[in-house]
């Protein structure tokens, strides 16, 4: 029995698309030439799926900092956050954020993806009930099988879905309500008052996931929570430096007294080695930037607004009815004209997702564009152009 | 509630998906009878849960291969609650 042949279905699966000069597993960036440009193939290619929402990927006092730690503290830490892996600029980068998001405590992650990992597989155990949205990302599903806890799923964003399954909860069980300020492939956000406050009229617990969302919800930036005035019915908050921040690494913050606990419980944050200290010192820098970047947000919005109804009055199909989040997706009947689609459109120059089951709700097929504060508004008319005369180029029909 | 109960409302709820016409007794299977994707899998258990009014952990859902087990979870399940 050979271990991988039970992979032999998705070979077959990609092997059935109809891909002729450009596969979307197979793209490399060859020179990267600004947050919205690189050549990709021997083209100049704008991007606008690679969630740099905030554009701040070319900081300059980011890299500066960064080539300054280098230069301090060597290229890596070499340890884990529990044993030699603890620098002061750790210690300084998680004051930072616990200051943006004015909590007591902050816990610096090595991805985003542990940080939601960590937090869920440890924050639930036997007995305890775990209660996810359908639609969860993958590091929410992974943290719910990773624990021992009762894993409940609610239908996506539907308060009363929720509240039924809250209801049947056993009296006194511990329980935690994990939902997303933005959901990453549709773009769409949370009825976030509604489901915090069902979740607090039942006694659970609640943890938020603004991955997509920091750096340009809400006055300071910090996300749906902070936009809708909800912050104080989140147990926990969860983010990532590699979308808004513009490098990588996550966190998690909270003003739970017992908090701290949770850096010598929590394997996902003790047996990994921690961030490199120039990765340390251009969050931080990024996120001051984004602690005084109102206008940078300002245009951001913008740009999404620009975008979703461009493409909405040329006859697109959305996946939201308004622009929710800098992620813009538009609706594709099959997988058939779903590669069609993203191969022509990137031979236009314009590089997007393409989304697919399983990792899209109901089975849709997506052009998944997220765009930046720093396209300027001629690249996003550039974007709608190319979606345009792409739908042009394979015989999609729009219907204006 | 008796499991031929409580097997015959499953299947009830089990029919509207049941695409492939396939007869549905306790020994049917989801994956290779019935070949249901992991989204439809997921409305089935919201639906079960609503109609017993019970909550059904998705982490259980690996070792639940046919309706039968499916049933018998079922009435476990309401069993504990009351």
Redesign the interface.
Known sequence: MDLLDKFDYILESRESMPFQKADPLTVVMDEVLSETEAVIQGRRTILAGTNNYMGLTFNGEAIDAAKKALDDFGTGTTGSRVLNGTYGSHKALEAEIARFYGTEHCMVFSTGYQANLGLISTLCAKDDYLIIDADSHASIYDGSSMGNANVIRFKHNDVDNLERRLKRIPEGAGKLVVIEGIYSMLGDQAPIKEMLEVCKQYGAMTLVDEAHSMGFCGEKGRGVAEMFGVEHLCDFIVGTFSKSVGTVGGFAVSNHPKFETLRIACRPYMFTASLPPSVVASALVNIQTIARSGNRAQHLWENSRRLHAGLKDAGFTMATDTAESPIIAVLLPDLEAATRFWETLFLNGVYVNLSAPPATPAGYFLMRTSLSAQHSTAQIDQIIDAFVKTASDIGLSLTP | MTSEATLAKICDLIEPINKKGVPLTADTTFAADLELD??TV?GL??DI??EF???L???LLPELETIGQVADAVDRIVADKN
């Open positions: 992991s989204l997921m258990v919201a849960e609503d009014d019970i909550l952990p998705i982490n």
